[in-house]
Nanobody
Framework: QAPVVESGGDLVQPGGSLRLSCEAS????????MAWYRQAPGKQRELVTT???????TYSDDVRGRFTVSRDNAKNTMYLLMDNLKPEDTAIYYC????????WGQGTQVTVSS
């Protein structure tokens, strides 16, 4: 219900890095496990990474070792550091809580291309 705001997406060359930010309301964020998702053109939205309220993270096989999720509970903000980006990472990236998802933000576009 309350909005989340994703930012930081950009056009980047293969092998480059980006850091995405997800600013969420306290209502959405505090005490909740959060997640990054992505949706490539013509594909379903997929789960990229999750992070619990106290920092335990999981990653999809495609991004493990390249992406790092973190959160600042004082700022109600989650981050996604993406290293060694590949063209296959091109997608709109969304953040949300893990459970009780009711709405989605606009996402932020990541385009990996030379």
């Amino acid at each position: 219900q309350a909005p989340v705001v994703e930012s930081g997406g950009d056009l980047v060359q293969p092998g480059g890095s980006l850091r995405l930010s997800c600013e969420a309301s306290e209502y959405i964020f505090k005490g909740k496990a959060m997640a990054w998702y992505r949706q490539a053109p013509g594909k379903q939205r997929e789960l990229v990474t999750t992070i619990t309220s106290f920092g335990i993270a999981t990653y999809s096989d495609d991004v493990r070792g390249r992406f790092t999720v973190s959160r600042d509970n004082a700022k109600n903000t989650m981050y996604l550091l993406m290293d060694n980006l590949k063209p296959e990472d091109t997608a709109i990236y969304y953040c949300n809580r893990v459970s009780n998802v009711r709405s989605w933000g606009q996402g932020t576009q990541v385009t990996v291309s030379s």
